[in-house]
Nanobody, 125 residues
Framework: QVQLVESGGGLVQAGGSLTLSCVASGLTFDIYTMGWFRQAPGKEREFVAAISRSGSRTYQSDSVKGRFTISRDNTKNTVHLQINSLKHEDTAVYYC??????????????????WGQGTQVTVSS
């Protein structure tokens, strides 16, 4: 079965950095668009970043552009999210997700096919 397993979350001070990783199994990784989403307490899930199958195209939400970088290694079935200059408002559970070819739009969570269990990122002031 398909599994997406995130890691790398934790408690970090504002201004610090983290790298989240997501390892996929049970799917042909290099045909999937991969995305990162987050959900803060009491808020709706929001799109953070996505990367095309080959990694040639990346997308970020306006709120993280310039601070977050998404990358992937298709030889290791892994997608990463490098987070710099962390802010308190980045505190959330971060989820990685996989979207089949032709499934939909990269920024719409409901159009992703598989999800990880999430990893908590907490930014202290």
């Amino acid at each position: 079965q398909v599994q997406l397993v995130e890691s790398g979350g934790g408690l970090v001070q504002a201004g610090g950095s983290l790298t989240l990783s997501c390892v996929a199994s049970g799917l042909t990784f290099d045909i999937y668009t991969m995305g990162w989403f987050r959900q803060a307490p009491g808020k709706e899930r929001e799109f953070v970043a996505a990367i095309s199958r080959s990694g040639s195209r990346t997308y970020q939400s306006d709120s993280v552009k310039g601070r977050f970088t998404i990358s992937r290694d298709n030889t290791k079935n892994t997608v990463h999210l490098q987070i710099n200059s962390l802010k308190h408002e980045d505190t959330a559970v971060y989820y990685c997700a996989a979207q089949k070819p032709g499934s939909g739009t990269y920024y719409k969570g409901e159009e992703y096919d598989y999800w990880g269990q999430g990893t908590q990122v907490t930014v202290s002031s």
